[in-house]
């Protein structure tokens, strides 16, 4: 699909979502950790009729703490999270209710699960990558309350998830860099079809 910011300049004032109805449809808020895939799945919920399902809350609440585990039990926990995000869309798909998912999609597994996923509710999906530079993710991680989900807390810990991503999903690329609102206008300038 390209970068959004190839398709022209978008004002955020021309989005206000208070009023924004939205058709069934899965879209994918995903990326490294510090995108914003929580801050833009939560604003999309709290201004429109979507809902937002995230990854890390799921985790959170399948194995609340962030004691270091091995490789294996976090991988375990995470397909149980995805499953978990999965199962909560069904519902309210099938009321043709649209949902937005946020994680980061790493593996061909969760991608397979997707598109399973979409087929059986019969939802289109439309996929946001979410990108910033290396220094923005690191200003973020600073500014992280201690309480938030991700099991990313210092900078070795980002640096080694950056070297080990590698995104199972095309589509839209979204810079995250600048404002939340400039953010939304290139996401709901793509979601414009989907509009009631």
């Known amino acids: 699909m390209g970068d959004i910011r190839e398709r022209g300049s978008f004002s955020p004032r021309e989005f206000d979502l208070s009023h924004r109805r939205f058709r069934k449809c899965i879209v994918v808020l995903m990326g490294l950790p510090l995108t ?56 309210l798909l099938e009321k043709g209710d649209p949902v937005v998912l946020g994680a980061t999609y790493s593996r061909p597994e969760y991608e397979a699960w997707l598109r399973g996923f979409a087929q059986q509710t019969d939802s289109p999906v439309i996929v946001f990558r979410l990108h910033a530079p290396k220094r923005v993710l690191q200003l973020r991680l600073s500014r992280r309350p201690a309480d938030s989900p991700s099991v990313i807390r210092t900078e070795e810990e980002l640096d080694l998830v950056i070297r080990r991503y590698a995104p199972s999903l095309t589509g839209a690329r979204i810079s995250t860099k600048r404002s939340v609102e400039a953010s939304l206008a290139r996401i709901l300038k793509v979601l414009e079809p989907f509009q009631k």
């Not at 809902?51 to 609440?61: A, C, F």
């Not at 926990?77 to 199962?87: D, P, T, V």
Request: without cysteine; proline residues 4%.
């Open 36 to 91: 914003g895939k929580s801050t833009l799945g939560h604003r999309l919920a709290d201004m429109s009729n979507f809902t937002y399902l995230d990854v890390d809350e799921m985790r959170q609440e399948l194995s609340p703490g962030q004691d270091r585990r091995s490789d294996q039990e976090e991988r375990q926990i995470m397909l149980a999270s995805y499953q978990r995000k999965f199962n909560l869309a069904v519902p």
